[in-house]
């Protein structure tokens, strides 16, 4: 039978009953399998959540009752049983579904995620909110094992326990994986919990909210450890009850639980147990692979590149830690739990000592690298553009203020493709480039990163070098660690009239419409400190400016060269190009970067279309 198909909304899944629900999920999960291999998407953390989907849909009554994702990676089967099945195929695409839950998309998506570690704080929030109304409702955030070891979480946790008559339950999803293995002593103390598991359950107020089977083997190990004092888990400490871990893909346990769950108030924490890939071998053997894929046939599973590829900008810094690291011992490689995207394995195999993997914690490791800073040690800190935001005053007030040696390499920069709005990594050279101290760096091309970072990692203080997502422009990288000259840029291409300063990867499109239209073009290099000689000399020697980056215009590279013109007193006709002020979904980002004029193409467009007339005027872009 196609149960899926006769699904529109969770009120239709309500109406089955419980005897449907394991074929149900059958269906769903070779749904998911064949939708994903299709799109490319995050496989293996939805595999592993079918079951646990369904029996929140099924027993709480959304969209009344809040969801909250954590990340929300995992939210594919809710978008499939919340009225979106039909729309799986323009996931992650232009103008098709968010990868993530999105509160434009859906009533039922209730908090726009993607950024880990904000459900518990948001639902406790939709908790309160519910009391102060009046009304009647749960908020239920669903977060896993790893998005719980950030502080955001712990914060909310300390908040939320106190709140006795608060209606929030946590659900712990616990796959014992992060991207990568999970790291740090949260994770060593689930997995004590787990091997203690029906144990701490019986202890709890599981024997009120678990199902018959559950309990009677609970009660067994009960009898099994009397006489032995049986500690609180750490979240009944926090004010929790805490029930399970249950298993999470049984909706025998799930269903009744969360059942009894419901009728009680007050904090309440289930921790469940998954597998990440959940039903497809491969990705139950590789977790990691398939945590986020490309298109794939299923039947094969994710094969290796047979034409070799052009190399990508986190490979490249990848190599250059490796490098750097065999000729300073002093290097420590620091990744807040992205070691595969931010390019870390083979460091981590080679010098597992100087590698920290400090979970999903970007706080703490922009401090955690200021502090191995200051005992003369030198901290490089690989983590993606849009994730230091999440670090910004630990940027400014534990390093750059202290004017400590950190090297900060900031992958992902830039506009990034099917993640979208929520990990562009749009604003760093804004919010870089006002924080004394810091230099600021662009790459324009793969040997040009491999300098900066070497440029950055010798600057005794604080320096970033920003690349963006994927390839680069081809060029040959040098074997030697050569530093550049800070505060230089380069100038590309001589022309007449008009002078273009780009910045990182808008050099190499800048080039080509300089090429159309006979334009002087400056590889700029350095957004902080700015090569104002260069800036003054362009703008003396030309009667147009145009400033190009891959960065909000707004408070980028453009203003920087706008300050440094207005501090010189040159009044001179300048356009800023750059990402407008407006939040840009998912996508290809080569369209996408078109779509905003950052091409070749609509760069030459928007100087001639500025410029056209010859009358002087300062014009920002950012429509
Ligand atoms: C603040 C932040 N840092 C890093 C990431 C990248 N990231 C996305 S999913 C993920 C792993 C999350 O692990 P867990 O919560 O256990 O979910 P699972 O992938 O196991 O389903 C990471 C590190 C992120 N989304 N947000
Ligand atoms: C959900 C999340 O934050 C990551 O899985 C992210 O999607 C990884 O992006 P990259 O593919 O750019 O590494
Ligand atoms: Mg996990």
Known sequence: MNLLENINDPA??????????????????????????????????????????????YVFNTPHDRIVWDVGHQTYSHKILTGRRGRMPTLRQLNGLSGFPKRDESVYDTFGTAHSSTSISAALGMAQAAKLKGEDRHAIAVIGDGS???GMAFEALNNAGVEEDCNLLVVLNDNDMSISPPVGAL???????????????????????????????????????????????????????YIGPIDGHDLDSLIPTLENIKKLKGPQFLHVVTKKGQGYKLAEAEPILYHGTGKFNPNEGIKPATAPSKITYTEVFGNWLCDMAAVDKRLVGITPAMREGSGMVRFHQEYPERYFDVGIAEQHAVTFGAGIATEGLKPVVA?????????????????????????????????????????????????LRCIPNMVVMAASSENECRQMLTTAYHYPGPAAVRYPRGAGVGASIEAELTSIEIGKGEVRREGKGIAILAFGSMVAPSVAAGDELDATVANMRFVKPLDVELVKRLAKDHDYLVTVEEGCVMGGAGAAVMEALAAAGIAKPVLNLGLPDKFIDQGDPAALLASVGLDAKGIAASIRQRFATGEPRLVVNNT
């Open 12 to 57: 239709d899944l309500r109406k089955l009953p419980r005897t449907q629900l394991t074929p149900l999920a059958t269906e769903l999960r070779q749904f998911l399998l064949d939708s994903v291999s299709k799109t490319g998407g995050h496989l293996s953390s939805n595999l592993g959540t079918v079951e646990l989907t369904i029996a929140l849909h």
């Open 383 to 431: 983590i993606y553009s849009t994730f230091l935001q999440r670090g910004y005053d630990q940027l400014i007030h534990d390093v750059a203020l202290q004017n400590l040696d950190v090297t900060f390499a900031l992958d992902r920069a830039g506009l990034v493709g099917a993640d979208g709005a929520t990990h562009a990594g749009n604003y760093d050279l804004a919010y």
């Open 148 to 150: 719980m070891t950030a």
């Open 187 to 241: 994770n060593r103390y689930l997995a004590r919990l787990m091997s203690g598991q029906f144990y701490a359950a019986a202890k709890s107020v599981g024997k009120t909210v678990l199902p018959g089977p559950v309990l009677d083997l609970a009660r067994k190990l009960e009898e099994h450890a009397k006489g032995m004092v049986v500690p609180a888990t750490m979240f009944e400490e926090f004010g929790f009850n």
